[in-house]
């Protein structure tokens, strides 16, 4: 054979080569279609859902994230206010920030006023929306620039939830409140 009788022969094949892949192309888009359209509930008891009868479908697993760390020991946090009338919140102080459960937790205020403040509250939000309201007292100063102090007993856990609101209210009936989400 010469060169050109080859060429020849290699061109008689292409059309073959070309309806065979072209069928190979038809047969597996018929098949991907057959597999992307059936469905896959378990109401349906001919669907590939339910070809081994034998297995059961994967159990659901939840994950629960890891708690971020909190610090340890005494912290304080010094407040700024824009408005000058009512209560002003100027520093609150908790030792320890991270108490451990059956523990006590003293919680202090510096507030200052123009009028006497007579009341100062803190709520507790911690895991399960558990929420404890504890009052504040005077332990040092005046009731227009004082210290106010409670000890607060942990009996739940603040892995994932553990906020703060402090509410204080003077004796015009002005209100303030500042809340600290530690977590």
């Known amino acids: 054979m010469t060169r050109k009788s080859k060429k020849v022969m290699n061109k008689g094949n292409t059309p073959l080569i070309t309806i065979a892949l072209g069928l190979t192309l038809v047969l597996f888009s018929v098949f991907l279609f057959i597999i992307l359209t059936s469905p896959k ?8 859902y339910f070809a081994n009868k034998s297995q059961n479908p994967p159990p659901t697993v939840s994950i629960t994230p890891t708690p971020m ?3 340890s ?3 304080f946090y010094t407040i700024a206010s824009g408005t000058k009338t009512g209560p002003i919140f100027k520093k609150i102080t908790f030792d320890p920030l ?3 459960l059956e523990s ?3 919680i202090s205020a ?20 558990l929420q404890t309201k504890q009052p504040l007292t005077l332990t040092s100063g005046t009731s227009t620039s004082g210290t106010w102090e ?5 009996q739940n856990s603040y892995l994932y939830i553990y906020n703060f609101t402090l509410v204080a209210t003077d004796e015009t009936g002005k209100t ?8």
């Open 110 to 129: 510096q507030l200052e006023g123009d009028s006497p403040i007579i009341s100062v509250f803190v709520t507790l939000t911690s895991d399960n929306n």
């Open 176 to 183: 303030k409140n500042i809340s600290l989400g530690i977590r």
């Open 41 to 48: 509930t378990p109401s349906d008891k001919n669907s590939l």
């Open 98 to 100: 991270d108490p451990q």
């Open 150 to 154: 409670t000890d607060i007993l942990y």
């Open 73 to 75: 020991g005494k912290h």
């Open 104 to 106: 006590t937790q003293t």
């Open 69 to 71: 760390p909190i610090a």
